[in-house]
T-cell receptor
Framework: DGGITQSPKYLFRKEGQNVTLSCEQN?????MYWYRQDPGQGLRLIYY???????QKGDIAEGYSVSREKKESFPLTVTSAQKNPTAFYLC?????????????FGPGTRLTVT | DQQVKQNSPSLSVQEGRISILNCDYT??????FLWYKKYPAEGPTFLIS?????DKNEDGRFTVFLNKSAKHLSLHIVPSQPGDSAVYFC????????????FGTGTRLTVIP
């Protein structure tokens, strides 16, 4: 069964701690994305990667870091520098070179920082 | 600056009637548009898309209309069903650069049985 998995579904952390969110895909997609969803603000792009060992900042990259060491994996670290880390985080992937732009999303991780 | 806008945060319709969700965009370079459906605490799922070379695309109960001169697109759902109750996001992309998607803020559709 092909798809994108994100774990865990819910994550709780204390303020000042770094936390890493997992994203794995077995769709053989080249491009992967991280979004953040806040109430009334839609989906905002944090980071994206179009190929292994390369990634680019999105619109709201401050306080986040990523790595792309394997095609299947694109973990996101929420650092203590992120001022408002509590949010719903979504990972997505897409095949490069396609004529359409459809991205496939994982189920999301709800991060709560107190 | 929000390049894709969904000005109606919510919409309620009766079951069996038509639901019309609207989306406006500002970037004239956008040439591909998508609608996603999202249930609470889940990831969005792709619904339907349209290329800028078309003005209409239909898939079962879902039809997307594109008016390039007005920079406006709409999603029609006919007939609406209670299972259609969800948040709908409009997204747009330009065939340049990274082909990233730009999302609207979403419209919450409630279909009343």
């Amino acid at each position: 069964d092909g798809g994108i998995t994100q774990s865990p579904k819910y994550l709780f952390r204390k303020e000042g701690q770094n936390v890493t969110l997992s994203c794995e895909q077995n769709l053989n997609h080249d491009a992967m994305y991280w979004y953040r969803q806040d109430p009334g603000q839609g989906l905002r792009l944090i980071y994206y990667s179009q190929i292994v060992n390369d990634f680019q900042k999105g619109d709201i990259a401050e306080g986040y870091s990523v790595s792309r060491e394997k095609k299947e994996s694109f973990p996101l670290t929420v650092t203590s520098a992120q001022k408002n880390p509590t949010a719903f985080y979504l990972c997505a992937s897409r095949t490069s070179g396609s004529i359409d732009y459809e991205q496939y999303f994982g189920p999301g991780t709800r991060l709560t920082v107190t | 600056d929000q390049q894709v806008k969904q000005n109606s945060p919510s919409l309620s319709v009766q079951e069996g009637r038509i639901s019309i969700l609207n989306c406006d965009y500002t970037n004239s370079m956008f040439d591909y548009f998508l609608w996603y459906k999202k249930y609470p605490a889940e990831g969005p799922t792709f619904l339907i898309s349209i290329s800028s070379i078309k003005d209409k695309n239909e898939d079962g109960r879902f039809t997307v209309f594109l008016n390039k001169s007005a920079k406006h697109l709409s999603l029609h759902i006919v007939p609406s069903q209670p299972g259609d109750s969800a948040v709908y996001f409009c997204a747009a992309s330009a065939h340049t650069g990274a082909n990233n998607l730009f999302f609207g803020t979403g419209t919450r559709l409630t279909v009343i049985p």
